[in-house]
């Protein structure tokens, strides 16, 4: 069992910038970031294959969000840079160590417990 712990979030304006952060407790393969609003399916932002450092990102965020990783310290992280009202959520990072991980929820085996992010205009 892998525990995930996210840190960083924030209330911040618009055109803003925040840096989360993903603590595992051990070697995960794969780690996605999720956010998710009141009464919204949970949506993928992007994730990252540890081995080699490949990331994949949502359009919505394209260009603005960058995943990196430690991994010393076996943290990933969310940079997240002009940030937009609509970007306010519930963020998650959420871990595999399965072959194959993509952008839907049940590809992630564990989660973490969510760090708020809310950006105004």
């Known amino acids: 069992q892998v525990q995930l712990v996210e840190s960083g979030g924030d209330s911040v304006q618009a055109g803003g910038s925040l840096r989360l952060s993903c603590a595992a407790s051990?070697?995960?393969?794969?780690v996605g970031w999720f956010r998710q609003t009141p009464g919204k399916v949970r949506e993928w932002v992007g994730r990252?294959?540890?081995?080699?450092?490949?990331?994949y990102y949502a359009d919505s965020v394209k260009g603005r969000f960058t995943i990196s990783q430690d991994n010393a310290k076996k943290t990933v992280y969310l940079q997240m840079n002009s940030l937009r009202p609509d970007d306010t959520a519930m963020y998650y990072c959420?871990?595999?160590?399965?072959?194959?991980?993509?952008?839907?929820?049940?590809?992630?085996?564990?989660w973490g417990q969510g760090t708020q992010v809310t950006v105004s205009s």
């Open positions: 051990g070697y995960t393969y794969c």
């Open positions: 990252i294959y540890r081995g080699f450092g490949h990331t």
């Open positions: 959420a871990a595999t160590n399965a072959a194959y991980c993509a952008t839907d929820v049940s590809d992630y085996k564990f």
